[in-house]
């Protein structure tokens, strides 16, 4: 009969670590991925021509980014890991052709300051949501209904068009990612699975914790720069 494996806590600890290392490289692929067909998509006259001449092609491509993130949440137990990849890669590059806009929008100056804002903020909140001893998950559930919140603001602002609204949500919102970026952290830390590491199911627990974080990442830019961001 096979007999229970038993890590040593050291063990344990460092194979989290190689995970979380494993999350946060496939965020930061992601990342690099977006940003760099943003920049492409924003240098091509034609492709922005297209994205503002056909609104309904625009709204295409939202709402596959969507159907994107709702197959790799929903379905991952089903992919294959190489699957799971492919599908969040390809969000990555369909995120950065919407993205591309902010380059026609705001300077490309406040682009980067706001970019590195972005990624100091989100170092700190995600190292403080590894070591802490805090259990974060009441704290997350609050954001999340926070989060809803926004979500639902922001909707309704989209009639009213209404300045103080506007900054309220913007500010609340920055808060609300702030604090989920720690939470999301923890809980990838707590989820991954220890004894699993080179496994289908740990590549794809890989891939679910760096969408979770990069979306959070993008989230946040996109809200402080709406604070920083100096407009064209």
Request: aromatic share 16%.
């Amino acid at each position: 009969m096979n007999q229970p494996v038993h890590y040593s806590p050291f063990d344990a600890a460092a194979e989290t670590q190689r995970f979380i290392v494993k999350v946060y490289s496939w965020m930061s692929f992601a990342l690099i991925v977006t940003g760099g067909v943003a920049v492409w998509t924003a240098s091509k006259q034609e492709v922005i021509r297209m994205l503002f001449s056909t609104p309904w092609f625009f709204f295409i491509l939202i709402i596959a980014e969507f159907a994107l993130v709702a197959s790799l949440v929903g379905w991952v137990q089903k992919m294959s890991a190489q699957a799971a990849t492919i599908v969040f890669v390809l969000y990555s590059v369909l995120n950065g052709i919407t993205l591309s806009v902010i380059f026609l929008v705001y300077t490309t100056d406040s682009i980067a300051s706001t970019f590195f804002i972005t990624a100091g903020t989100f170092a700190i909140m995600s190292a403080y949501g590894y070591f802490t001893k805090r259990d974060l998950t009441s704290t997350g559930n609050l954001l999340f209904m926070g989060l809803i919140g926004v979500i639902l603001a922001s909707f309704v602002n989209m009639f009213f068009q209404n300045e103080t609204l506007y900054w309220i949500v913007t500010s609340v919102g920055i808060a609300i990612f702030v604090g989920l970026i720690a939470y999301d952290t923890q809980k990838i830390k707590n989820l991954n699975v220890i004894g699993n590491e080179g496994t289908e199911e740990d590549k794809k627990e890989a891939i679910i914790g760096a969408l979770t974080l990069y979306l959070d990442f993008i989230n946040l830019f996109l809200m402080l720069l709406r604070l920083f961001g100096k407009r064209r």
